[in-house]
């Protein structure tokens, strides 16, 4: 059997890794600024990490959601008090996609209605709602189509205005900053637009923290920067740092019942302790503080490369734009320079995603890299 041809590849075999340090089979050794499209948030194998993976595999790995499971909200709670959303429920699951698909089921019970509106250069998923809400024809099957779905420009107050007041939209789904798409982020005025027009016409507006949660934009969760509090918000990448893990913070609000979610391997015993992990680290080494420093020294460096049109995100959250495609400028970065960076929607943007833990130093190393390969 051979595996199902779905992924371009690039030519290297990652068989080991610590930090922002990977080493490929040859021993070869690469720095990641990408941390697999922002998963790596604390850094490949950091030792309380694994120590508290190790120490919950030699007690329990997985049992079903049919048992008491203390972990869960041992998580709930420190997620909880870290990221000041004490006024939400955690329901957990595996990826982000789920989590978002989750996160309209539940816009959808709450509300009686189906359709959604999400915006232009959004990705939200591959799974069924999740990937109808994603702005990208070539991953929606028919199936998915079936959706009810509306596209707008973000910025586009009056057109959210007039769609929100046809009556049937059960959610308004957002990025605070975009990470496929190229990130592009909506204003604090519309942001705040957005939460005023949800709730005057009774909607769930779900925040798509997939990507920009867990400290990376320099606030744990990156509608923070813009004051308002979503009705639900889709967590994943770097909560696990690697293990599969994902969820919804879920307001208060909104009520539970037994059977109206659930997931055979979601909060299992091992991700609950990849999870506690994570957050425990970022609390003891100040990850969200190193964040938001980390990413302003990255802009000032930036001003010193001409050929950069401008920065792109906040804090660890970054795109480089440039005047031309940016493919070959990856590939050279990874076979000339031996630094694993990504690529967006937008083919002009160059984005850094790398583990919340990097220094300056760090940063230092990456500009002169990227010079070199510019020249």
């Given amino acids: 059997m051979k595996l199902f041809d779905v992924y371009p590849l690039y030519n290297v075999t990652p068989v080991s890794a610590k930090g922002i340090v990977v080493t490929d089979d040859k021993g070869q050794e ?44 041992e998580l709930a709670e420190k997620l909880g008090t870290l990221s000041g959303c004490q006024d939400y429920n955690l329901f957990l699951c595996n990826s982000g996609a789920e989590a978002n698909e989750n996160a ?40 998915n189509k079936q959706q009810q779905v509306t596209f707008l ?32 982020e909506p204003s604090t005025q519309f942001y705040q637009d957005i939460e005023a027009l949800c709730k005057e016409n009774s909607l769930i507006l779900i925040a798509d923290e997939v990507q ?12 923070q920067h813009h004051g308002i509090q979503p009705d639900i918000i889709s967590i994943a990448k770097g909560m696990g740092n690697g293990f599969p893990v994902g969820g919804i913070l879920i307001h208060e609000d909104i009520k539970a019942s037994h059977g109206l979610l659930g997931t055979t391997f979601g909060g299992n015993h091992l991700a609950c302790a990849a999870s506690i992990a994570v957050l425990e680290v970022i609390e003891e080494e100040k990850l969200v503080e190193n964040a938001a420093k980390i990413g302003a020294y990255f802009n ?21 734009e440039f005047d031309f495609e940016v493919g070959p400028l990856r590939k050279k970065m990874i076979y000339e320079h031996h630094l694993f960076t990504g690529g967006a929607k937008d083919k002009y943007v160059l984005r850094i995603l790398p583990a919340l833990n990097i220094t300056e130093q760090d940063i230092d190393v990456f500009f002169k890299a990227l010079k ?3 020249d």
């Fill in 104 to 143: 309209l089921k539940m816009a959808s019970f709450e509300t009686g209605k189906s359709r959604i509106v999400a915006f232009k250069n959004s990705f939200h998923g591959r799974t069924s709602a999740a990937v109808a809400a994603t702005d990208n024809a070539a991953i929606n099957a028919p199936i």
């Fill in 372 to 374: 070199s390969a510019l």
């Fill in 212 to 223: 920009s949660g867990y400290g990376r934009t320099g606030k744990f969760f990156g509608f």
């Fill in 153 to 184: 420009s973000l910025g586009d107050a009056e057109g959210l205005k007039r769609e929100l007041s046809k009556g049937d939209v059960c959610a308004v789904i957002l990025e605070a900053i975009q990470g496929v798409g190229g990130l592009d």
């Fill in 30 to 73: 690469y720095l990641d600024f990408y941390g697999g499209h922002a998963v790596i948030s604390i850094g490949h194998s950091h030792p309380h990490y694994i120590k508290r993976l190790k120490d919950q595999l030699d007690k329990i790995g997985f049992y079903s959601n049919a048992v008491q499971n203390p972990l869960q909200e």
């Fill in 300 to 320: 000032e460096k930036a001003k010193e490369i001409p050929r950069v049109k401008r920065v792109k995100g906040r804090g660890l959250m970054l795109g480089l």
